[in-house]
Structure formats: structure tokens, C-alpha cells
């Protein structure tokens, strides 16, 4: 009889040196694929809705979006398959699905087709496969630490949207210039899909249940992990992550029309936009630097705690600062950097807590409804947000739907238990 354990020897250091490699490479292609479309909405407005006062271009722009981003409630499905076919073959589909969706999006011709070919985009990325990896990969005591090492690697994805912004959008480009920005996804994602497929293995985790011989593994369904979940004692846990998601994906939209409102709504040139840009991918490198540190020595919540009330500070400062005659540049950095650390180290600490309460056999698809409800929170936050934007501008409906944040706070305290240092084998359900 084969033990458990020989599954996870079998995966040599050199091996794991060069899976958190590939890894740190797909979350590179994640993280620009993620967030490079919010560095040009002010240019979609340009080429596609010139016609229309700023306000309504992009309360347009936002609807289109809410419509796009649909495509994220694919990344249910995603995670759901990662647990019925396997991480590997999921973690190649989602990989090339980042880079062809690129191809995708540079065809665009007017807002139909930008909304469409922006839903395509929508549909793979931010899928996770790469963090139920390192999760699974990971020791218990360090988990926290290894993910955030390949944030970091994975910060490439954002310092490449100031490089490449200042390279294809200036104030003497061509209109439709952005689409210079697709390019990195697309060189990156299609050839990296076709080594995963030759040189990674599936991991340890799946394999041990898959593999196991000291029990009959059931087939894994969809309505029964879920159903296993919500009938659990983690229920009431889980329910409150997935409001907490909710409440995130609110202020995606913030995010997605940053670049819009400081273009549309200070003084500041081309140039200074590209470096709040750069201010921003730094911001969020030092940002998950300190999220792996800091959730490893003082533990998750506290960092819920953090986030939850950085956001919401965050867009004040930045609508503040869209008034300034004299430090302007200063202020909107701040607001904005605030606010894409917040955000992203809210969402990565979620993730996290939730990894390290639902069992393997059914992480897939706990990690997946988080998802679909943080999707949901996304559409949701671009249909108010549109409309918000149309009666009362950007920097209100910013400040509007980051205030929920704080709710955070009291279910934290309530609900959340600190899930450092768990051993992710030992993880059962009791009913």
C-alpha cells in the first residue's frame, strides 16, 4: 500500500524551485491581464463614445463593463473542474485563455465588440489555479510567505502596465494606441500554456485523493460540495466570506476607471498619469510584500481589519485630491495606490482564510462561489457605479460603494476565526 506521503517526496526541490517558477510566470500574465485594462478606459472613451460628456461616457463605459465582466462568474466553473478534472488541466486552459483573449481584445473595432472581446478577458483570469497550487505545494507554517513570494514575482504583471503604458499611450499617440497593452499577454500566455502541459505535474494534494488506496475516493459533484459546505460548522464562516467578497467586488470599479477620472477630472498630463501607474505597481509590490509577512507573524484578521478601512479612505483621498490646484499628483497617487493595495490585499487575505477552512476534496469549489459571489459584487459595483457616475460623477460613486467596507470590521470580529498556520491535510468538515 502506497503511503499518503510518498505522493508529496515524489515532488523533488528542484521540481518545486521550478513549479513556483512557472507559477510566479502565470501570475505575472494574471496580474497584468487582471488590472491592464484599467489603464486605458479614458482611451476605450477616446476611440469608441467621443460623442458623449465625460459622465455619460463612462457611466457607457461602465455598463459595457458590468456586461463584460459577466465573464467572471466563469471563474466558478474554473475552480469547480479544478477539483472534478484536476488542477494541471485547468491551470493550461485558464493560462492560454489569457493569452488568446488578448488577441481577442485587440480586435476590437467599436463598444460592441470591445464589451465582448472584454468578456472573454473577463473569463479567465483572476481563476486562481496558481494560488491552489502554491497552497497545495506550500508548508502549513509558510503558506502565507510562499504565495506572497509569487505575488511578488507576479508584481512584473503591473510594473509592465506603466512601462508599456508610457511606451504605446502618450499625448502624441494615435488613437487606439492601447492596444499596444495586449501584446504582453499574448506573447506570454499562449507559449506558457504549452509547457505547463509538458513539464508540470498535478499536485501532491489532488493526488493523494485521487490516489489513495486506504479509502474509496466518491466522484466529486457540484451540488454536493456545495450542499457539504453550507450543512457544515464552517457555514456560518464561510456565508460571512463570501458577504466580505461581495463587499470587495463593489470597489473593482473603482479600479477599473481610476485612470478615467484622473485623466478626465485633474490637470495632470499623459506622462504624470503613466507614473501614478508606477506609483501604483509599486505600491502593490511593498502591498503583498508586507501581506505575507504580516498574515504569517500577527494573522489573517487583523489584516481584514486593515484593508477594510484603508479602501474606504482610500476614495477619499482621491476625490479630494481631484480638486487640489497644488499637490494634486501627490494626493491622487496616494488615493489610488491605497486603493489597488486594499483591494487586492483584501481579496488575497479572503482567499487565504478560506483555503484554510474548506477541506481539499471541496477547495475548488469553496474558492469558486467566493468568486462567484465576488463576480457578482464586480457586476453589481459596475451597474451602480454607472449610474451613480451619470447623476453625481466618478468621485462620489467611488466614496459610495467603498463605505460597506467597513461593515467588514464588525463581521470580522463576529465570525471570523485566525486560520494561521493551518495544516491543510487535517482540514474535515463536521456536520
Known amino acids: 500500500m502506497q503511503d499518503t506521503n510518498e505522493i508529496s517526496i515524489k515532488h523533488s526541490k528542484k521540481y518545486l524551485i521550478f513549479l513556483f517558477f512557472i507559477l510566479a510566470l502565470v501570475q505575472i500574465l494574471d496580474a497584468y491581464s487582471t488590472g491592464y485594462t484599467s489603464s486605458f478606459p479614458s482611451k476605450i472613451i477616446e476611440e469608441f463614445l467621443s460623442g458623449y460628456p465625460s459622465n455619460q461616457a463612462n457611466a457607457i463605459l461602465g455598463l459595457c463593463t458590468s456586461i463584460a465582466s459577466i465573464g467572471m462568474y466563469m471563474v466558478f466553473f474554473n475552480q469547480y473542474f479544478a477539483d472534478k478534472i484536476g488542477r494541471k488541466k485547468m491551470l493550461t486552459i485558464t493560462t492560454f485563455g489569457m493569452g488568446i483573449s488578448a488577441l481577442f ?39 502565507a510567505s510562499y504565495i506572497n513570494i509569487v505575488l511578488m514575482c507576479g508584481m512584473l504583471g503591473p510594473i509592465m502596465m506603466p512601462t508599456l503604458r508610457s511606451i504605446f499611450i502618450t499625448e502624441t499617440s494615435p488613437v487606439g494606441s492601447w492596444r499596444g497593452m495586449t501584446l504582453f499577454p499574448i506573447l506570454l500566455g499562449i507559449p506558457l500554456a504549452i509547457i505547463i502541459i509538458f513539464t508540470i505535474k498535478e499536485t501532491s494534494k489532488y493526488q493523494e485523493i485521487k ?92 489584516l481584514l481589519h ?84 451619470f447623476i453625481l460623477g466618478l468621485g462620489i460613486a467611488f466614496m459610495i460603494m467603498s463605505f460597506p467596507l467597513i461593515l467588514n470590521v464588525f463581521l470580522t470580529i463576529k465570525y471570523i476565526k485566525e486560520t494561521k498556520g493551518t495544516d491543510l491535510s487535517k482540514i474535515e468538515l463536521k456536520y
Open 211 to 302: 490516489s489513495s488506496e486506504t479509502r474509496e475516493t466518491p466522484p466529486i459533484f457540484l451540488k454536493k460540495n456545495i450542499a457539504a459546505i453550507f450543512k457544515s460548522n464552517i457555514k456560518p464562516e464561510f456565508i460571512v466570506l463570501l458577504i466580505m467578497s461581495f463587499f470587495a467586488g463593489l470597489n473593482f470599479f473603482m479600479l477599473q476607471f481610476a485612470e478615467s477620472f484622473i485623466n478626465l477630472n485633474t490637470s495632470l498630463p499623459e506622462s504624470k498619469v503613466n507614473l501614478v501607474i508606477t506609483v501604483i505597481a509599486i505600491a502593490l509590490i511593498l502591498g503583498y510584500l508586507l501581506t505575507g509577512i504580516l498574515a504569517d507573524k500577527i494573522g489573517r484578521v487583523p
Open 306 to 389: 486593515l484593508f477594510s478601512v484603508l479602501m474606504p479612505l482610500a476614495s477619499i483621498l482621491l476625490y479630494i485630491g481631484s480638486f487640489l490646484t497644488e499637490g494634486t499628483f501627490i494626493l491622487v497617487s496616494l488615493g489610488a495606490a491605497l486603493a489597488y493595495v486594499s483591494y487586492y490585499g483584501l481579496t488575497i487575505v479572503l482567499r487565504i482564510v478560506l483555503m484554510e477552512i474548506v477541506p481539499t476534496d471541496k477547495r475548488g469549489t469553496g474558492m469558486g462561489v467566493r468568486a462567484l459571489i465576488n463576480a457578482f459584487g464586480i457586476t453589481s459595483g459596475f451597474l451602480i457605479g454607472s449610474g451613480l457616475t
Open 105 to 143: 481584445l485587440a480586435l476590437s473595432t467599436n463598444i460592441m465588440f470591445y464589451t465582448i472581446f472584454l468578456f472573454t478577458t473577463y473569463l479567465f483570469y483572476s481563476s486562481d489555479m496558481w494560488l491552489i497550487y502554491a497552497n497545495e505545494e506550500a508548508p502549513a507554517e509558510k503558506r
